[in-house]
């Protein structure tokens, strides 16, 4: 029992230790990827976006018409109105590599864009 008091301090700086190193990785090594789209004369810029496959992503569209637009995505499972003049994020994620549309309920026809999904985009 002495002996286990004796290094108590040593086990304490240890474990101190251990924590700092293994506490850090996550913020350093697997930070989120956040993307932004922006939304301008209802149109999306960039209309493509690529992100890594297998990992979850931000994506935060900011609205610079005064007016709202929804996204929608079939293919994302997605739907998230952006009111005018602001911005909103959805997550999407983790997916496969593939290419996913998504559009502005709104202007269908002119708000169109798509999410390529990369294998290995973060070694390119």
């Given amino acids: 029992m002495t002996r286990l008091i004796t290094n108590l301090p040593a086990l304490v700086a240890v ?5 700092l190193v293994i506490g850090l990785l ?3 090594s697997y930070a989120m990827k956040e993307v932004e789209v922006y939304i301008k004369d209802h149109l999306f810029y960039p209309a493509e976006i690529q992100i890594p496959a ?6 935060t569209f900011i609205n610079q018409d005064a007016t ?3 996204i929608d995505s079939f293919d ?8 005018g003049n602001s911005r909103a994020s959805i997550f999407v994620g983790p997916l496969k590599a593939g290419r996913y549309r998504f559009f502005g309920e709104y202007h269908p026809n002119s708000a169109v864009g798509f999410v390529q999904v ?3 985009l973060d070694a390119e």
């Avoid at 474990?15 to 924590?19: M, N, S």
């Avoid at 297998?54 to 994506?59: A, D």
């Avoid at 994302?76 to 009111?83: G, Q």
């Fill in 54 to 59: 297998h990992q979850k992503v931000k994506v």
């Fill in 118 to 120: 990369v294998e290995n």
């Fill in 68 to 70: 709202p637009e929804e």
């Fill in 76 to 83: 994302l499972n997605r739907e998230k109105v952006i009111f």
């Fill in 26 to 28: 996550p913020f350093t």
């Fill in 15 to 19: 474990q101190a230790t251990l924590f």
